[in-house]
Nanobody, 114 residues
């Protein structure tokens, strides 16, 4: 049974920071591309960042220079460090594991407001 435990979401003021974590079980974590997606109200889900099995990273243009994705294969965990948060970063953030099948976490809310 595949499970993801996501944590680290919350409310923060503009310019603040949050760190999201996603710990996976039931999959061979190290062979999966891991990613974070987000979905704001009324918008489509979009890729925020992903990281390959070898540590190569890819970021949405809107978060480059502010967000950092990383993974710890020994802990089956992927992280998203979010700095300089903006109002438009408000969304539900979803953990994703991709190999042959796509797996999704339940989502964690990130709210940026003044």
């Amino acid at each position: 049974q595949v499970q993801f435990v996501e944590s680290g979401g919350g409310s923060v003021q503009p310019g603040g920071s949050l760190r999201l974590s996603c710990t996976a079980s039931g999959i061979s974590f190290s062979i999966h591309v891991m990613g974070w997606y987000r979905q704001a109200p009324g918008k489509q889900r979009e890729l925020v960042a992903d990281i390959t099995t070898l540590g190569g990273t890819n970021y949405a243009e809107s978060v480059k220079g502010r967000f950092t994705i990383s993974r710890d294969n020994a802990k089956n965990t992927v992280y998203l460090q979010m700095n300089s948060l903006k109002l438009e970063d408000t969304a539900v953030y979803y953990c994703n594991a991709r190999y042959i099948t796509n797996y999704w976490g339940q989502g964690t809310q990130v709210t940026v407001s003044s």
